[in-house]
């Protein structure tokens, strides 16, 4: 089975039910032992995801605890040397693509081409309406936002010319050294997943059965090389039950994922990383 493992970063994000109690003090110290662990063992990548701020009445089941992705990416770039940095999800309403594409360039430069934009359109007005952010038509939005980025990646002069963003003449440097970094478009509707095999690399669903998953994979048939980001959707325990952790992934593998976000239960940093290697191992074991 050829199935790459990424790692939902603990401590960066707190979801209620996901997360464990050790996160709540974790340290940018864990944060690194983390990163370097999960580089060492050969896992695809790390993700942060992005709120500037979540209404109190949804902190109950969103989660309160968001660190910033670019701060935070950068940080644990600087302390690994391989595995890839994932945006899980960047809201796009959010920011101007040239923003986006001169921040994450510069990440991508000084990590050496290691970043992933996954990108989604966003679901919490209050959190739009605080940053006066344009709520309306944010689908219509994002979809010209990801083409105007592609539009911007590995160019000093970029120029595009759309309904909601126009540029030109405008110098960006430093600027990503790739012109294409992979894009994949977080969401859980139908219209995600189209929007995804017209404008991205890849389609990175949360909150839906793998079954559902399969079908509509099936239906939308994307081509070859597409990726397909499945998240565990629970903290998985590969050493105390590891044919749990197996049956996890086999399932995923078979709804149609090419790489799973794994999240993982543990009662430290310490066992956090312990978790990362038998992750790992067990991953090893269903590629023979």
Known sequence: MSLRIGLSTPVVVQVPGVSSPWETAGTPEDLAAVARTADECGLDFLTCSEHVAVPAAEAATRGAVYWDP?????????????????????????????????????????????????????????????????????????????????????????????????FSGMRVEPHSPRSQPPIWVGGRSEASLRRAIRLANGWMPFGLDPVRIRAMLDRHAPASGFEVVLGTGRALDPSADPNDTRDCLTGLADAGATVVSCSLAARSAEDFCAQIGRLAEIASELKE
């Open 70 to 166: 670019l701060s935070t990416l950068a940080y644990l770039a600087a302390h690994t040397g391989r595995i890839r940095l994932a945006t899980a999800v960047l809201v796009l309403g959010y920011h101007h693509p040239i923003e986006i594409a001169k921040r994450y360039g510069t990440l991508d430069l000084i990590s050496g081409g290691r970043v992933v934009l996954g990108v989604g359109i966003g679901s919490l007005k209050e959190e739009f309406d605080l940053i006066a952010a344009t709520w309306a038509q944010r689908a219509a939005r994002a979809d010209e936002a990801i083409t105007a980025l592609q539009a911007s990646f590995g160019c000093a002069e970029p120029t595009y010319s759309g309904r909601f963003y126009s």
